[in-house]
T-cell receptor, first 113, second 112 residues
């Protein structure tokens, strides 16, 4: 079955550490997105990528970095510069113009300890 | 910038009721609108996708309508069941693009 796989499901980070969240899709989708979800705030866009080797900042990119070296993969690194990283992170993908809508992964819960 | 509002924010109903969830958006230059369901601690599951040229889509007990001119969409749930309890989100592309903007969702509880 085609879909998006996010790993790990739960992640714990110590203060000052960088961590990387994985997002892999086998849908042959061109565009991929990272969202952050906090209680009461809905989904906020962190980064998105339309094609390989190209990505754009979203509304809350500070403290995060991404890469898009392969069409199937769009990893997100939460750096130590992100002051409040505890949140639920969701990855999504779509065909370029999203004519068939968006597909989401199951999410990664990141907690700072 | 596209702004998406969902009303009500929360809803608690007895089993069997018919429900209407509302989604409004500010920029009507959209390609489509998509409704999702999210269970606690889970990802988003697509329910219905309405293209800009369509007025409604149906799947089982769910019916979604779209009125681009007024910037509104409704999700109708017929004969609600406890298994329908979840948060429902609508996603609308930012005006002139395909980057989705989300409402904050409607949290639905259907009690037996």
């Amino acid at each position: 079955d085609g879909g998006i796989t996010q790993s790990p499901k739960y992640l714990f980070r110590k203060e000052g550490q960088n961590v990387t969240l994985s997002c892999e899709q086998n849908l042959n989708h061109d565009a991929m997105y990272w969202y952050r979800q906090d209680p009461g705030q809905g989904l906020r866009l962190i980064y998105y990528s339309q094609i390989v080797n190209d990505f754009q900042k979203g509304d809350i990119a500070e403290g995060y970095s991404v890469s898009r070296e392969k069409k199937e993969s769009f990893p997100l690194t939460v750096t130590s510069a992100q002051k409040n990283p505890t949140a639920f992170y969701l990855c999504a993908s779509s065909i370029g113009q999203a004519i068939y809508g968006y597909t989401f992964g199951s999410g990664t819960r990141l907690t700072v300890v | 910038k596209q702004e998406v509002t969902q009303i009500p924010a929360a809803l608690s109903v007895p089993e069997g009721e018919n429900l209407v969830l509302n989604c409004s958006f500010t920029d009507s230059a959209i390609y489509n609108l998509q409704w999702f369901r999210q269970d606690p601690g889970k990802g988003l599951t697509s329910l219905l996708l309405i293209q800009s040229s369509q007025r409604e889509q149906t799947s089982g007990r769910l019916n979604a309508s779209l009125d681009k001119s007024s910037g509104r969409s409704t999700l109708y749930i017929a004969a609600s069941q406890p298994g329908d309890s979840a948060t429902y989100l609508c996603a609308v592309p930012q005006g002139g693009s395909y980057i989705p903007t989300f409402g904050r969702g409607t949290s639905l509880i259907v009690h037996p």
